[in-house]
Structure formats: structure tokens, C-alpha cells
């Protein structure tokens, strides 16, 4: 017996069509290189910076009128947008003549992201009939798998394109995105259950997202929480860069080991994907064991700190399908994803001060303070069980089991 679900072919479709987005837009080829592009055409550490200051920007400007954008015009031309500015980032970065076009193109790229997150999501969610959605975690953590294994590719060969030529990778990524917005205007747009136009619709709509937050006291409680888990796991993920670097890894061998997290990452995915116990049980497992795995990665050992950061990747690539799934069970398709952008507004918030600060601290008391920092935040996320239990949301608990 297949074990691929069985969809309509109508269905399958424009599933094939949102997968090949999909996978296209995980294809950055610069992702691991842009930082010594710019210091080869001699911008300095500080501008450098500021651009990075500049994307995180554009989603605390952009994530949630994104999502409402999805939710009110269509998650198809949300798309559509996020492949579009890509495209437009990319091209800008292969000049970077001045630091504004540079700071532009940054701010393009995380506006992309914006118009992304929560969107994709919703799309795959609504695309898929009622009797379907039982297996959309299935669906999205094989689709989340084949999308880091790929984002790992990209990442080596544009690393290695650089060493011929930078404009190499931002051209490739310009021809992926290009693809991304034809394969986006292919697409067709989920039934929405109620049009809104004009002024009215857009008060309507908040009105409406205020009323589901309200109602859902876990969900309101899981997007500030979970963006604070996602906050400390990226700023250990950011630096374990440099902690391997300074225990006497080679830069190849911390791009091995980069390359290695996106496959933990996949194969975590994968396993999310896949039917367990009740998300509200799943979440301090999950929460605990990452932290652990971060609190590890300070450690001395370096072979243990190594096997740390493998395995809270892999852990991380469970809740991300997890939690994906749980949030699309509980929210009605209307506020979908202007919900869902709100984790990634608070993530971009806290990123902005929590980065540079963490940068801060470990100069000040070392890497192994900082990722005990991070890793105890994180296990400390395991008390939303607490509300998970005690405030059950308006689905049936039987719903939860994703």
C-alpha cells in the first residue's frame, strides 16, 4: 500500500505546484556567504550591522499586515510578493554599489520572508479538503524535510560558486525566485468563507483576529511563547558559528557542520510529521530536551557539544511541524494567517534587542554562560502546559493529536 495520501487529482494538482514553490523559495544560495561578500566590496563590520538590523526590520514593519494581506487579497498573491521582492533583493545584492541599495536589498529580503510565513501555511492547510487536513502534518513535515535538505545544498554550492565569483549565487537565487513567482501566479486561491473590501473589511478583519485571540487563550499564550523558544534557539544557532570556530574547527568543517543541522533539521521534520500524543503533552518534551541539547553546546567537551547541536536540531525539526500543524487545527481559515504572522512579528521584536545583546553577554562571561542562558529560557517554555491543559481550546481534544 502507497503511503503517500490520497488526494483528488484537482488537489494534487496545485499541491505539486505549492511544493515546487515551495521548495524553490528555500533555495538561498548566498545564505552563507553574504557576510564576506559585503566585506569583500569593503563595507565594514558596522554597516554590515546595520543591514542585518535593516531585515529584521521589515518583518516587525510588515509580518502582520502581511498576514492580513494573505487573509483578506489572497495567500497566492502573498506569494507571489515574497518570490518578487527575492528577485528584486537579489538583483540589488549583485551591485551593492552603495550601502543604501545594500540596506534596500536586506530590507527586500526580509519583507519576503514576511509575506511568506503564515501564508504557506495557510494555503497547503485550506488547500487540502476537511477529511485531508487529518494529514497535513504528514504532508508539511515531508515538505519541511525536502525544503532544508535543499536550503543545505544550496548553501554549500553557493559557497563554493563564491570562491569564482559572488554575483554567481545572487544570480542563481534571482533564477529561483523568478521560477517562484511564475509557479505562484499558477496556484489557485483557497475558498475564503467571507470577502472583505475596502477600509471596513480591513477593521473587520482585526476585530475578528482580536476575537479568536480572545477566545483561544492557549493559541494567544503558544505565539509568545514559542516565539521566545524559536528567539533563543536561533541566537545559539547564529553563534555556534563562532563557539566551534574557537574550539578549533576549520571554516570548512563549520560549514560541514552547518550543513549537517539543515539534515537533523529534515530528519526531525520528517519525524514530526508523523501521529503522536496530544500537542499539549508533546511541547514540554520537546522544550526540555532542546534546551538540554542548547545547554550543552556550551560545554567544553567539543564532542559533546557537537552531538548537543546535532540532536536540538533535530528536536527543533519536530516542533516545528508539531506546532505548525497544532496552530492550523485551532484557527478558523479566515484569520489564518494574519494569526500565524504574529509569532514571527514578536520573533523579529525580540531578535532586534535579544542578538546583539546575546553577542554582548558572551563577551562578557563566555559562550558557556550564554548558551545556559538560552537553554534554561527554553526549558522554561515547557510550563505552557500549564494553560495547554487547564484552557483547552474550542476544538475537541481528539484534534490535538497531530
Known amino acids: 500500500m502507497s503511503r503517500i495520501p490520497a488526494f483528488s487529482?484537482?488537489?494534487?494538482?496545485?499541491?505539486?505546484?505549492?511544493?515546487?514553490?515551495?521548495?524553490?523559495?528555500?533555495?538561498?544560495?548566498?545564505?552563507?556567504?553574504?557576510?564576506?561578500?559585503?566585506?569583500?566590496?569593503?563595507?565594514?563590520?558596522?554597516?554590515?550591522?546595520?543591514?542585518?538590523?535593516?531585515?529584521?526590520?521589515?518583518?516587525?514593519?510588515?509580518?502582520v499586515p502581511s498576514g492580513t494581506f494573505a487573509d483578506l487579497?489572497?495567500?497566492?498573491?502573498?506569494?507571489?510578493?515574497?518570490?518578487?521582492?527575492?528577485?528584486?533583493?537579489?538583483?540589488?545584492?549583485?551591485?551593492?554599489?552603495?550601502?543604501?541599495?545594500?540596506?534596500?536589498?536586506?530590507?527586500?529580503?526580509?519583507?519576503?520572508?514576511?509575506?511568506?510565513?503564515?501564508?504557506?501555511?495557510?494555503?497547503?492547510?485550506?488547500?487540502?479538503?476537511?477529511?485531508?487536513?487529518?494529514?497535513?502534518?504528514?504532508?508539511?513535515?515531508?515538505?519541511?524535510?525536502a525544503g532544508y535538505v535543499l536550503a543545505g545544498a544550496a548553501t554549500w554550492i553557493g559557497a563554493w560558486l563564491s570562491e569564482r565569483s559572488y554575483a554567481v549565487p545572487y544570480a542563481l537565487s534571482a533564477i529561483t525566485?523568478?521560477?517562484?513567482?511564475?509557479?505562484?501566479?499558477?496556484?489557485?486561491?483557497?475558498?475564503?468563507?467571507?470577502?472583505?473590501?475596502?477600509?471596513?473589511?480591513?477593521?473587520?478583519?482585526?476585530?475578528?483576529?482580536?476575537?479568536?485571540?480572545?477566545?483561544?487563550?492557549?493559541?494567544?499564550?503558544?505565539?509568545?511563547?514559542?516565539?521566545?523558544?524559536?528567539?533563543m534557539v536561533t541566537i545559539s544557532d547564529l553563534y555556534a558559528q563562532a563557539v566551534f570556530s574557537e574550539r578549533g574547527l576549520t571554516n570548512g568543517q563549520v560549514g560541514l557542520l552547518m550543513g549537517t543541522m539543515f539534515l537533523a533539521i529534515a530528519a526531525g521534520t520528517t519525524v514530526g510529521g508523523q501521529p503522536g500524543r496530544g500537542f499539549a503533552w508533546q511541547w514540554p518534551i520537546l522544550a526540555i530536551i532542546t534546551?538540554?541539547?542548547?545547554?550543552?553546546?556550551?560545554?567544553?567537551?567539543?564532542?559533546?557539544?557537537?552531538?548537543?547541536?546535532?540532536?536540538?536540531q533535530f528536536v527543533t525539526g519536530i516542533v516545528e511541524t508539531r506546532l505548525s500543524a497544532w496552530y492550523n487545527i485551532q484557527l478558523p481559515p479566515s484569520q489564518r494567517a494574519t494569526?500565524?504572522?504574529?509569532?514571527?512579528w514578536l520573533f523579529s521584536c525580540f531578535m532586534i534587542g535579544l542578538f546583539p545583546l546575546g553577542g554582548w553577554f558572551a563577551g562578557r562571561a563566555g559562550w558557556s554562560a550564554l548558551y545556559l542562558v538560552c537553554g534554561v529560557i527554553v526549558?522554561?517554555?515547557?510550563?505552557?502546559?500549564?494553560?495547554?491543559?487547564?484552557?483547552?481550546d474550542k476544538t475537541d481534544e481528539p484534534s490535538l493529536n497531530v
Open 73 to 145: 487579497v489572497g495567500r497566492r498573491w502573498s506569494l507571489v510578493v515574497s518570490s518578487t521582492l527575492v528577485f528584486l533583493s537579489s538583483i540589488l545584492m549583485i551591485s551593492a554599489a552603495t550601502l543604501p541599495i545594500v540596506m534596500v536589498a536586506m530590507f527586500m529580503q526580509g519583507a519576503s520572508y514576511s509575506f511568506r510565513s503564515g501564508a504557506d501555511q495557510a494555503f497547503l492547510f485550506d488547500t487540502l479538503t476537511a477529511d485531508q487536513r487529518s494529514r497535513y502534518g504528514k504532508v508539511f513535515g515531508r515538505l519541511l524535510s
Open 291 to 312: 534546551g538540554a541539547g542548547i545547554i550543552l553546546i556550551g560545554y567544553e567537551v567539543l564532542a559533546v557539544a557537537l552531538i548537543a547541536f546535532v540532536i536540538s
Open 177 to 231: 525566485a523568478l521560477c517562484g513567482i511564475l509557479l505562484a501566479f499558477g496556484l489557485a486561491e483557497p475558498p475564503r468563507e467571507t470577502p472583505h473590501t475596502g477600509e471596513r473589511g480591513i477593521g473587520s478583519h482585526f476585530r475578528q483576529v482580536r476575537t479568536v485571540l480572545r477566545d483561544r487563550p492557549a493559541v494567544a499564550l503558544m505565539l509568545f511563547i514559542a516565539s521566545a523558544f524559536w528567539v
Open 9 to 63: 487529482n484537482t488537489t494534487w494538482t496545485h499541491i505539486y505546484r505549492f511544493i515546487a514553490w515551495h521548495l524553490m523559495s528555500q533555495m538561498g544560495f548566498g545564505g552563507a556567504i553574504w557576510i564576506l561578500y559585503l566585506q569583500h566590496r569593503g563595507y565594514s563590520l558596522g554597516q554590515i550591522g546595520l543591514a542585518e538590523a535593516i531585515f529584521h526590520l521589515a518583518p516587525i514593519l510588515l509580518e
Open 339 to 344: 494569526v500565524l504572522s504574529i509569532e514571527s
Open 379 to 392: 526549558m522554561l517554555t515547557a510550563l505552557a502546559l500549564l494553560v495547554l491543559r487547564s484552557h483547552p
